[in-house]
């Protein structure tokens, strides 16, 4: 599958599984992370697109991962 159809969901969960324990026993944390990216993740992509000049073009997954 190409990774542009994959979206920039699968990308964020994956790192989500990888952060450390210590910052999953804090109660809050994860919830307002889960919920910045979900509010910001989008509107970020939108404004690099309307707003920056790319050396390289990419795709939302490479942004998402840098």
């Known amino acids: 599958m190409e990774p542009g159809a ?6 964020i969960d994956s790192w989500i599984n990888t952060v450390p324990k210590s910052f999953i026993a804090r109660k809050t944390f994860m919830p307002t992370i889960k919920t910045l990216f979900d509010n910001y993740i989008d509107s970020m992509l939108e404004f690099m697109r309307k707003n920056c000049k790319e050396l390289v073009t990419t795709i939302d997954n490479n942004m998402v991962i840098n």
């Open 6 to 11: 994959l979206g920039t969901k699968p990308l």
